[in-house]
């Protein structure tokens, strides 16, 4: 069949960029700016893959009068305006479950690492202070805290199973209860603040959760508080997270993800209690690649006329084939 045309926002992995480049004929955002493939190959382009770093907004959408498909390198498709998406018969995919497990392991030791300050130590002895200061201080502790989780998906439940297997309680706070998960539900967030001291966030992001985390679940947590976030930027209010790690409202933060990455705020780069990680969650060869292939399989998938193979619940298939 002919390559049908594509935009590609974002590169993946060389592997999975060359099986994109066998099937479509591939418009790259690394090679030329949006607005010009836009222009010139707007009326042809049937599909996108994106990595979601620029968001594909309305304006992407409606400069696309053929677009049939948005494949997401990833499970979080808050930069997709999905609304505008499904206004036009237009799907949405994912790459939801290939990298629960990755994210999960990632999450517990971005949680230990916080605590028990690993980069800091590590700068520590790197400094050469070792010999004249003596051994790193003394730290805080994952044996007496009780853990909630902000969010209790697929990821979530992951995380849970992990942090509950070293003996520490864990909690939960999502829109609706779990009865197949072991963990108690807290139907309000700043009541589970209140009971916990070491909050995960791991929900999407978008207007729903926007700032869920703010200065008052924050000041919850109390002076011994951990705040880890995975999720999105947008869940934790920034500005109110610098406020408590400065003031000592809590005791330290984890962060993989900002509210405007790749940037992060000098004031958080000159705090010692936070520990920053360049939203790398589902970082590795192995994971990536699985998430990369999937974004392949449900392209080809749809161009093929068996519809997509794991469409976001806000746009699902209802059969239709390719071309509709
Ligand atoms: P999921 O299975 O859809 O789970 C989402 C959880 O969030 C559910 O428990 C959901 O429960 C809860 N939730 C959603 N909206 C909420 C709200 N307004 N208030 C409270 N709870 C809410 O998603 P997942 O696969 O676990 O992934 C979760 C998110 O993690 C992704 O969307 C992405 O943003 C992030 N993520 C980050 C990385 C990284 O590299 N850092 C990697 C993967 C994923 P209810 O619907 O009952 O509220
Ligand atoms: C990113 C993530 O997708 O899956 C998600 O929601 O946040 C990550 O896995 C990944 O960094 C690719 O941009």
Redesign the pocket.
């Known amino acids: 069949m002919d390559r049908v045309p594509i935009l590609s926002m ?1 590169e993946m992995m060389p592997a999975v960029d060359r099986r994109l480049e066998e099937r479509f004929l591939v418009h790259r955002s690394s090679a030329r700016p949006i607005p010009e493939i836009l222009a010139e190959h707007g009326q042809a382009i049937r599909a996108i893959a994106t ?3 620029e968001r594909t907004d309305a304006a992407v959408i409606a400069a696309l009068p053929r677009l049939e498909i948005i494949a ?6 808050d930069s997709i305006d999905v609304a505008a998406a499904r206004a036009r018969g237009i799907l949405v995919t ?2 939801p479950r290939v ?1 629960d497990d990755e ?1 999960a392991d990632f999450t517990v030791g971005l949680l230990l690492a916080t605590i028990r300050q690993l980069p800091q130590a590590d700068r520590y002895l790197r400094a050469g202070r070792w010999p004249g200061e003596g051994p790193f201080p003394l730290t805080a502790t994952l044996r007496d805290r009780t853990v909630g989780l902000l969010g209790m998906g697929r990821i979530g439940e992951r995380i849970a199973r992990r942090i509950a297997a070293f003996d520490v309680p864990v909690l939960y706070h999502a829109r609706r209860p779990r009865p197949d998960v072991p963990y108690r539900h807290c139907p309000d967030l700043l009541a589970l603040a209140r009971e916990v001291d070491t909050l995960v966030a791991i929900v999407p992001g978008g207007a729903a959760t926007r700032h869920l985390v703010n200065a008052e679940v924050l000041s919850a947590l109390g002076p011994r508080g951990i705040l880890v976030n995975v999720a ?1 930027g947008s869940v934790v209010d920034e500005a109110a997270l610098v406020a408590a790690l400065q003031a000592g409202t809590i005791l330290a933060a984890g962060l993989d ?1 900002f509210a405007d990455e790749p940037r992060v705020p000098q004031a958080l780069l000159d705090l010692e209690n936070a520990v920053l990680i360049p ?5 590795t060869h192995h994971t ?1 690649t699985i ?1 990369g292939n999937l974004v392949v399989e449900n392209l080809v998938s749809w161009f093929e006329g068996r519809g997509p193979v794991t469409p976001v619940p806000e746009t699902p298939w209802t059969g239709r084939g390719e071309g509709s």
């Open positions: 974002g990595r979601g770093r997401n390198f990833g499970v979080g498709y994912n790459t990298l994210v999105r993800v939203h790398a969650g589902s970082g990536r998430m």
